[in-house]
């Protein structure tokens, strides 16, 4: 995906969230891209990644509509997704990590460091901390081995900010943003830590926990907590 179109992503995530666009409302590409300043094409690629993630329906040919759902829902999503993720990390934990992985994850976290180490972040930061985030968890869930988990967690990726992709950023509030992502980042370093010391029960709990690090954790930075 483009930078424009994880841009436009994250711009339509954060105005459903804040109920800027509300459950019912008509979007068209047109409207939309003149709206965020950009061309229909990472709009269509937009809307499309927006409609997997449970946040848009289909209405008619071309338009879509912000589809109807509570907080509770959201919460629900997510504590399914901290289960289900937390089993595959204990899974993996308890199988001993694979070569592969445990260079993959190392490099995840080293990106990380690289990342928060730089002391002005900017939005380009931000997105690069998604696709990390994304080959992180990726990796944890492939590492069940298990195709039911696997399965069971990409069904539930079509509720509205369930996946560990669908991450909440408020790009006027970059300072705190980013250190909120930087405790993401260290959630990630436990979690590492507890799967190369096989410590399946502990990285359960750790990967249940993290689920919660976009809805919950932004008041500790100054943030509203997201959908509040």
């Given amino acids: 995906m483009s930078t424009v179109s994880r841009v436009a992503v994250?711009?339509?995530?954060?105005?459903?969230s804040d109920g800027h666009l509300k459950p019912g409302e008509k979007l068209g590409e047109v409207q939309v891209a003149e709206?965020?300043?950009?061309s229909r094409t990472p709009i269509r690629l937009a809307f499309r990644t927006l409609e997997q993630e449970g946040l848009l329906?289909?209405?008619?040919?071309q338009g879509f509509v912000v589809?109807?759902?509570s907080k509770e829902d959201v919460i629900c999503g997510?504590?399914?997704?901290?289960?289900?993720e937390g089993l595959a990390a204990?899974?993996?934990?308890e199988a001993g990590?694979?070569?592969a992985a445990r260079a993959t994850l190392q490099q995840c976290i080293n990106d990380g460091d690289a990342l928060f180490a730089k002391p002005d972040p900017t939005e380009d930061d931000l997105l690069s901390w998604s696709e990390i985030n994304a080959r992180f968890h990726e990796v944890i869930v492939q590492g069940a081995g298990s195709r039911a988990i696997a399965d069971a967690i990409a069904r539930n990726n079509h509720l509205p900010f369930a996946s560990s992709d669908s991450i909440i950023l408020d790009t006027q509030h970059l300072a705190q943003e980013f250190k909120k992502l930087h405790l993401a980042h260290l959630q990630h370093q436990m979690v590492f830590q507890a799967l190369v010391l096989g410590e399946g029960a502990r990285v359960e709990m750790l990967m249940r926990e993290h689920a919660y690090i976009g809805l919950r954790y932004g008041g500790l930075f100054g943030l509203p907590d997201a959908l509040d």
């Fill in 10 to 16: 994250s711009s339509l995530r954060k105005l459903i």
């Fill in 78 to 84: 997510l504590e399914i997704r901290g289960v289900l």
């Fill in 67 to 69: 589809r109807e759902f």
């Fill in 35 to 38: 709206m965020l300043g950009v």
């Fill in 57 to 61: 329906e289909k209405a008619g040919k």
């Fill in 90 to 93: 204990r899974r993996m934990a």
């Fill in 97 to 99: 990590l694979s070569a």
